[in-house]
C-alpha cells in the first residue's frame, strides 16, 4: 500500500521529524515563518495529513481545496486558528495537545502576575537605565500577592493549576467563574468559590485569564469589566490577545484605574499595541507560556502521536472532535 503525504507546517524537532517518516511521506517546511494561506494550501494538496502549529489557519476555504486532507493535528493547546466545524462537516479529524502545558503554561501565569503586582519589570528597567538612586518607603511598593483574593476566569486545567499555586502556595482566596461551575468536591480540594463574571471581576485582587477565544469570549474584558475591577488589581492574560480590548487595558492602566497587567498574548501578534508598550505597569512577555524545552518536545510528541494514530486507525491520544 502506497505511504500516506502529510504536511509538517514550521520547523519542529527532528525526533518528530523521524517517528512521522517511519509511517509517512513527510513534507516539512523548514523555516520559522507562518506560510501564508496560499502557500499553505499548495503544500497542503493530495496531503492526508497537516501537523500544523498555533497560527497556521485552517478555514472551510482552505479544507475544500484540499479535499485529501483527513487529519489536522496541532501542536497547541487552543485551536481557535483551526474552524473545527468545517472539519467536523468534512469528515476531517482534528487533535490538539492538552495537559502537557498545564503546569509548565501555569508557572508563567503566575510568573507574570508576580511580576507585574510587584513592579519587577519597571523596577528592572529602571535598574539597567542607571535609575535606581536611594531607598524610600514607597520605592517600587507594589501589590501583595500572598493572602490575596485570586480571581480566575475560564477554570479549566491551567485555570485549575493556576489556582493550586494560588491556595496552597500563596495562601490566596480563590474565586473564579467559568462557562459550567466545577464539581463541588474539585471546589473543595482547591478552596474555590464561584462568582458570577461581575462578582470576580469586583473581588479580585489579582484576575487571570484563561478561557477559550472565540466569537463569544472576543473583547470580554473591555471597558466596563475594567471599571468594574480594583483600582489596584493585577490583570493576567494567558489566553488569547482577543479576550482582551488592548485600547481599554491601555487607557485604565494609564490612566491609574487599573494597577497592572502582565500579557503573555496580543491581539495582533507578534505586533503589539503600541499604546501598551509606553506604559511602565505592564508586563510583556511573547507567547511564551508553554516554552520550557521539555514541555515544548511533550507538545510535538503528541501532536506526532495524533497524527500517527489518526491516520494508521487507530484512536489519537486527545482528539476534538472524535
Ligand atoms: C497553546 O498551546 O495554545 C499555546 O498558546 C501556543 O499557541
Not at 510587584?118 to 542607571?130: S, Y
Request: with cysteine; glycine share 10%; aromatic share 4%.
Amino acid at each position: 500500500m502506497s505511504r500516506k503525504h502529510i504536511l509538517v507546517a514550521r520547523r519542529t524537532p527532528a525526533e518528530v521529524i523521524e517517528k512521522l517518516s517511519a509511517h509517512f511521506e513527510v513534507d516539512a517546511v523548514e523555516g520559522d515563518e507562518v506560510l501564508a494561506p496560499a502557500a499553505l494550501r499548495e503544500r497542503l494538496r493530495g496531503k492526508a495529513g497537516a501537523y500544523i502549529f498555533g497560527s497556521e489557519r485552517i478555514t472551510a476555504e482552505l479544507l475544500d481545496a484540499c479535499p485529501d486532507l483527513r487529519v489536522v493535528s496541532t501542536m497547541s493547546v487552543g485551536y481557535n486558528h483551526i474552524d473545527v466545524a468545517a472539519c467536523t462537516a468534512r469528515g476531517v479529524l482534528v487533535t490538539n495537545t492538552p495537559d502537557v502545558l498545564t503546569e509548565t503554561t501555569a508557572d508563567l501565569g503566575f510568573a507574570l502576575l508576580m511580576a507585574a503586582a510587584r513592579r519587577m519589570g519597571e523596577g528592572e528597567r529602571l535598574l539597567r537605565a542607571g535609575g535606581w538612586q536611594r531607598w524610600s518607603w514607597d520605592f517600587m511598593a507594589g501589590a501583595d500577592v500572598h493572602g490575596s483574593t485570586l480571581g480566575i476566569l475560564g477554570m479549566g486545567r491551567i485555570g485549575q493549576a493556576i489556582a493550586r499555586r494560588g491556595r496552597f502556595g500563596f495562601g490566596m482566596r480563590v474565586v473564579y467563574h467559568n462557562r459550567s461551575r466545577l464539581p463541588a468536591q474539585v471546589e473543595t480540594e482547591l478552596a474555590a468559590r464561584y462568582l458570577s463574571k461581575d462578582e470576580l471581576l469586583a473581588v479580585a485582587d489579582h484576575l487571570v485569564l484563561v478561557l477559550p477565544y472565540s466569537a463569544e469570549s472576543h473583547h470580554c474584558i473591555a471597558a466596563p469589566e475594567l471599571a468594574r475591577m480594583k483600582r489596584t488589581a493585577t490583570l493576567v492574560n494567558i489566553a488569547r490577545g482577543g479576550i482582551v480590548d488592548e485600547d481599554a487595558l491601555a487607557a485604565a492602566l494609564r490612566e491609574g484605574r487599573l494597577g497592572a497587567a502582565g500579557l503573555d498574548v496580543f491581539e495582533g501578534e507578534p505586533q503589539v499595541n503600541p499604546a501598551l508598550l509606553t506604559l511602565s505597569n505592564v508586563v510583556l512577555t511573547p507567547h511564551v507560556g508553554s516554552a520550557t524545552i521539555p514541555t515544548r518536545l511533550a507538545m510535538a510528541g503528541l501532536a506526532a502521536d495524533n497524527l500517527v494514530a489518526a491516520l494508521t486507525g487507530a484512536t489519537p491520544p486527545t482528539p476534538l472532535n472524535p
